[in-house]
């Protein structure tokens, strides 16, 4: 059993540079996943000086251990907008789902990317009685908005549902591989540094200063292409959103099926198939609560009754209005974030949003994903929820270290230090500072992926301290 990405099996990267000189652009696009990369391949024919910049590898973060999805049916989410926005915005959120999946396919299509791009049906269906009047007014939402949508009691793969719905205009693919693609199309005219850490953002005069431990990059525009970015200001982003943990499993069948699912209540259970793989997600809940990993990954284990050959975990940004953080935070700074679970093609209208904007090109969707759009019920009514998450997250991380569900790992102080130490198969301590540099959140030990993770704001780091995932810019590596 593998303890990652079924997606970055097998998967190296290739044509790897790290910055190695002060640079001086036009745009800099700070995070190398499916947004950052969708970002570059909108402005890779303009005339304008490009660099993207990448902690760790492209594609290897978020991106690289989602379910790869590409669907407009998503839970319930239009009965959802639907108490809060009108049904103007309703459809105008609809229609930029279905022009995201038309984005990658005619890129897909245009530069022939092998990524195992496959159309198939999406359902949403249910199990629990109360649920299938929920489902049929999803349902009735989409018939209004002139979708074909089908009915059934039962998923391709012979399992019985009370309720179920599905449409037919939907994909799946491999992500690692389309963000591979997307790289190899732009990377003649963008330059992409990885193994490259932006530790802090500067304005200057109309110019950002973006710093790396030895270099700068002056950029006249900025682009947060980062899964949570590690700023408060502009923006109090942590009073805007939470974060959601998800488990995921791939397991052989004998055989493949052509579609995906999942159901409409929480905790979601989520089926999708590669090859011969059944891809399952479930357990997902809050981050600042059920830190037990180990037992987190036995509940999903459980529920599909065979041993997976991958398991990983993920998270997922939830705004408080259900809809993405897209669009201008500052001057001439951007942010593409917040996808509420569909990444996939919100990181895929993301790109094209930013890009307009860097262009002056209009775009429809911009007024609707706008990270200062005006305030609504839902969005105040959710603020107490962000706050609570927030407090809850970092008091739990101050308090009671070692969990009853630690087995090899021990906590202390070392020359007035705090630290964490994780005790290998061999026996070998591996010492990390047991604060997260982004906010000092403590801790935690995921004892199944083997990472040191933050219960506040997601950041992630190996049993030795590096950083593997922000919003930290910082290492917990103990100095002796």
């Known amino acids: 059993m593998k303890n990652y990405s079924i997606w970055l099996d097998g998967m190296e990267e290739s044509n790897i540079k790290v910055l190695n000189e002060d640079k001086d652009v036009d745009v800099i696009i700070i995070g190398g996943g499916i947004t950052g990369l969708s970002v570059a391949y909108n402005l890779f024919d303009?005339?304008?000086?490009?660099?993207?910049?990448?902690?760790?590898?492209?594609?290897?973060?978020?991106?690289?251990?989602?379910?790869?999805?590409?669907?407009?049916?998503?839970?319930?989410?239009?009965?959802?907008?639907?108490?809060?926005?009108?049904?103007?915005?309703?459809?105008l959120y609809l229609n930029s789902q279905k022009d995201a999946i038309k984005i990658v396919k005619d890129i897909v299509d245009k530069y022939k990317i092998d990524c195992d791009l496959k159309r198939v049906d999406s359902y949403i269906y249910t199990n629990i009685e109360k649920e299938v009047k929920n489902i049929e007014n999803e349902k009735d939402l989409l018939d209004f908005f002139g979708i074909d949508v089908f009915e059934s009691k039962t998923l391709p793969n012979n399992k019985k549902c009370k309720k179920a719905i599905y449409v037919k205009d939907t994909y799946v693919f491999h992500p690692l591989k389309y963000i591979y693609g997307l790289k190899k199309i732009v990377e003649n005219k963008i330059d992409i540094y990885e193994k490259t850490c932006i530790n802090k953002v500067e304005k200057e005069n109309n110019y950002y200063i973006c710093k790396t431990d030895k270099y700068k990059i002056k950029a006249k525009k900025v682009v947060f292409a980062t899964h949570y970015p590690y700023f408060l200001i502009p923006y109090l982003f942590p009073l805007k959103c939470y974060l959601e943990k998800s488990?995921?499993?791939?397991?052989?069948?004998?055989?493949?099926?052509?579609?995906?699912?999942?159901?409409?209540?929480?905790?979601?259970?989520?089926?999708?198939?590669?090859?011969?793989?059944?891809?399952?997600?479930?357990?997902?809940?809050?981050?600042?609560?059920?830190?037990?990993?180990?037992?987190?990954?036995?509940k999903v284990i459980d529920k599909i009754d065979i041993k997976p050959d991958f398991i990983w975990s993920n998270k997922d940004i939830i705004t408080s209005d259900n809809i993405p953080y897209i669009g201008t935070?500052?001057?001439?700074?951007?942010?593409?974030?917040?996808?509420?679970?569909?990444?996939?093609?919100?990181?895929?209208?993301?790109?094209?949003?930013?890009?307009?904007?860097?262009?002056?090109?209009?775009?429809?969707?911009i007024k609707l994903f706008s990270p200062n759009r005006s305030l609504n019920i839902f969005k105040i009514m959710n603020f107490p929820l962000n706050i609570s998450s927030n407090i809850k997250s970092f008091v739990g991380s101050k308090i009671n270290k070692n969990k009853s569900w630690y087995k090899n790992v021990k906590f202390k102080k070392i020359d007035g230090k705090e630290v964490g130490i994780y005790i290998d198969e061999n026996k070998k301590e591996h010492i990390v500072y047991n604060k997260c540099p982004h906010l000092k959140c403590g801790l935690t030990f995921n004892e199944v992926e083997k990472t040191w993770d933050c219960c506040c704001h997601g950041s992630r780091f190996d049993i030795d301290g590096n950083c593997i995932e922000g919003p930290s810019n910082y290492s917990i590596t103990y100095k002796k």
């Not at 991106?63 to 309703?90: A, H, M, P, W």
């Not at 159901?263 to 997902?284: A, D, F, G, W």
């Not at 609560?289 to 037992?295: A, L, T, Y």
Request: net charge positive.
């Open 247 to 298: 488990y995921i499993t791939a397991f052989k069948l004998n055989k493949t099926y052509n579609f995906s699912a999942i159901t409409s209540s929480k905790p979601v259970e989520s089926i999708r198939y590669h090859n011969n793989y059944e891809i399952y997600l479930s357990n997902s809940h809050n981050l600042c609560v059920k830190n037990d990993d180990k037992n987190n990954f036995k």
């Open 46 to 91: 303009s005339n304008l000086k490009v660099c993207l910049v990448e902690r760790n590898l492209v594609g290897h973060g978020v991106s690289s251990r989602t379910t790869g999805k590409l669907t407009y049916l998503q839970e319930l989410i239009y009965s959802k907008l639907n108490k809060n926005f009108n049904t103007d915005k309703v459809r």
């Open 329 to 365: 935070i500052d001057e001439n700074m951007y942010i593409s974030t917040g996808y509420n679970t569909w990444g996939m093609t919100n990181s895929a209208i993301g790109g094209k949003i930013i890009g307009d904007l860097i262009l002056s090109n209009k775009n429809k969707y």
